[in-house]
């Protein structure tokens, strides 16, 4: 009998209320230790990170806030600063 391992990675959760976006998965992927905090949040936490990012007006503030969060979740941190919170809840 022939056994294939399946090559697949594990999944990354999302939010409460919003999936987690490819390109913000990418770069968590991309970072060990901003994901191992990731792991450790919330999912309202997760929520917050995601929604930050998403209402990002221009894709290069987009980008920006994805590398910000990731530096910012490397550090340690649970929560986006300074930003009221995810009006979607």
Do not use: F
Not at 28 to 36: D, I, M, T
């Amino acid at each position: 009998m022939n056994q294939t391992k399946s090559k697949t990675r594990p999944k990354i959760e999302g939010g409460v209320v919003h999936a987690l976006p490819r390109d913000l998965e990418a770069a968590l992927r991309e970072n060990k230790n901003a994901l191992a905090t990731w792991r450790d949040i919330t999912a309202l936490a997760r929520n917050e990170w995601i929604c930050w990012i998403e209402t990002a007006k221009k894709a290069e503030t987009r980008e920006r806030r994805i590398a910000w969060g990731c530096s910012d979740l490397e550090a340690g941190k649970r929560r986006p600063c300074c930003w009221p919170g995810c009006k979607h809840r």
